[in-house]
């Protein structure tokens, strides 16, 4: 009896979280000299996303929002995927802190 509920309760783990992963939503941005590719982002409301961030440059950058709470350095060259929580439907400020005119937006609609 023991056996059977551990096995019908791991079998509703799997099936009540399983849907929940595969519904990730993951985004991409490039740090470069200049700019953030893409320079606008769109992304849905009030849901969590990944936000992949690669540093295109020879030197370290910040990626920063305020407003989303993000703060990560990303070494040069490197990837790092950020965990960003749900926001509210508008618009939101991204940029490198190390050099403040590459920045772009992101928005939450």
């Given at each position: ?61 910040e ?23 749900p ?9 490198n ?13």
């Amino acid at each position: 009896m023991l056996k059977s509920l551990s096995c019908a309760l791991a079998l509703a783990t799997v099936v009540f979280i399983a849907p929940a992963v595969a519904d990730t939503h993951s985004f991409e941005v490039k740090i470069l000299d200049d700019r953030l590719e893409p320079a606008e982002l769109r992304v849905p409301a009030n849901t969590a996303f990944d936000l992949k961030v690669t540093n295109a440059t020879v030197a370290a950058a910040e990626i920063e929002s305020e407003d989303l709470r993000l703060e990560k350095v990303i070494p040069a060259g490197e990837t790092a995927t950020l965990r960003v929580r749900p926001a509210k439907p508008g618009s939101y400020k991204v940029f490198n802190e190390f050099k403040e005119s590459v920045s772009g937006i992101i928005i939450a609609e």
